[in-house]
């Protein structure tokens, strides 16, 4: 079965740092990585993903996730932090059927002035 | 306007009260899902639903009914709900592309209804 993992609940940073979640994920075959943002009162938005070629993939709002599969991560990085992108941060993986994605359990970050 | 909306956005229910949540979006995608959210679990499927005939147990099924109405609407019950049922719930939808494509396994989120039941 497949499983993401996010071991940071809770990360805080100051205004103007970098950035960088971690995700892990279990999965057998080649996979379909996710990265969503989450702000308060808001649905989930779609950052980036990955599925083929480049392992470094870029997103939106200045965010980029490298994919490794020796691994298994697919981190997310952001070289300056602004205090907009304070939100919960979710990592997923979908399966080859396309029809499942497994979520990881979030990151909530917090951005410092 | 939002493409996928959930009606209503918050409510207060009372255990063994049937409750309908619901969905709908202008997308045009034949996929639907519904997921509930808890802290600390991340997003974990209830249902999802291909076409307007084709309705699939998600991972934590049990407790809960889903109906698709036509392409655009789907909706989720809880036909005697209990707290452990008070969540966040999103709804989403994805475009059938093939696999490999970009757009494979994308999915588009609802706002979201946050359900409480005492």
């Known amino acids: 079965a497949q499983s993401v993992t996010q071991p940071d609940i809770h990360i805080t940073v100051s205004e103007g740092a970098s950035l960088e979640l971690r995700c892990n994920y279990s999965y057998g075959a080649t996979p379909y990585l996710f990265w969503y943002v989450q702000s308060p009162g808001q649905g989930l938005q779609l950052l980036l993903k990955y599925f083929s070629g480049d392992t470094l993939v870029q997103g939106i709002k200045g965010f980029e996730a490298e994919f490794k599969r020796s691994q298994s991560s697919f981190n997310l990085r952001k070289p300056s932090v602004h205090w907009s992108d304070a939100a919960e941060y979710f990592c997923?993986?979908?399966?080859?059927?396309?029809?499942?994605?497994?979520f990881g359990g979030g990151t909530r970050l917090m951005v410092k002035p | 306007d939002a493409d996928v909306t959930q009606t209503p956005r918050n409510r207060i229910t009372k255990t063994g009260k049937r409750i309908m949540l619901e969905c709908s979006q202008t997308?045009?995608?034949?996929?639907m899902y519904w997921y509930r959210q808890d802290p600390g679990l991340g997003l974990r499927l209830i249902y999802y639903s291909f076409d307007v005939k084709d309705i699939n147990k998600g991972e934590i099924s049990d407790g809960y009914s889903v109906s698709r109405q036509a392409q655009a609407k789907f909706s989720l019950s809880l036909e005697s709900a209990i707290p452990n049922q008070t969540a966040l719930y999103f709804c989403?939808?994805?475009?059938?592309?093939?696999?490999?494509?970009?757009?494979?396994?994308?999915?588009?989120f609802g706002p979201g209804t946050r359900l409480t039941v005492l």
């Open positions: 989403a939808t994805s475009d059938w592309a093939s696999g490999r494509s970009l757009s494979y396994n994308e999915q588009f």
């Open positions: 997923a993986v979908g399966n080859n059927a396309g029809n499942m994605l497994t």
């Open positions: 997308k045009g995608h034949d996929r």
